[in-house]
Nanobody
């Protein structure tokens, strides 16, 4: 059983940057970031596979995903934040094989989920 813990959320002014962390998934797991704002459905942000390939939402050119397998850590670096980025951010993981694969952007594909970290971007 994998336990994921997000951290790094908080209050940031518009135009600022923030780095979120997800701890708990090792090198054999693909990891994704999703977010959910009040009254809205969960939205895919980015995902990374075990070979460091990645997928991003086309609206998220300002976001970068990376990982450090030695530390069981995955990061989401966010730049030039706006109030529209305000949401609870979740990381999710699924075990994958050693072959090349495109990380999934579908939430139902992921088995393990963290509890989320709140990001608030003020005007």
């Amino acid at each position: 059983q994998v336990q994921l813990v997000e951290s790094g959320g908080g209050l940031v002014q518009a135009g600022g940057s923030l780095r979120l962390s997800c701890e708990g998934a090792g090198r054999t797991y693909a990891v994704a970031w999703f977010r959910q704002a009040p009254g809205k459905e969960r939205e895919f942000v980015a995902a990374i596979n075990r070979n460091n390939g990645y997928t991003r939402n086309t609206d998220k050119f300002r976001f970068a995903i990376s990982r450090d397998n030695a530390k069981n850590m995955v990061y989401l670096q966010m730049y030039t934040l706006t109030p529209e980025d305000t949401a609870v951010y979740f990381c999710a993981a699924r075990q994958v094989g050693a072959g090349l694969t495109v990380p999934s952007s579908v939430g139902n594909d992921y088995i393990y989920w963290g509890q989320g970290t709140q990001v608030n971007v003020s005007s």
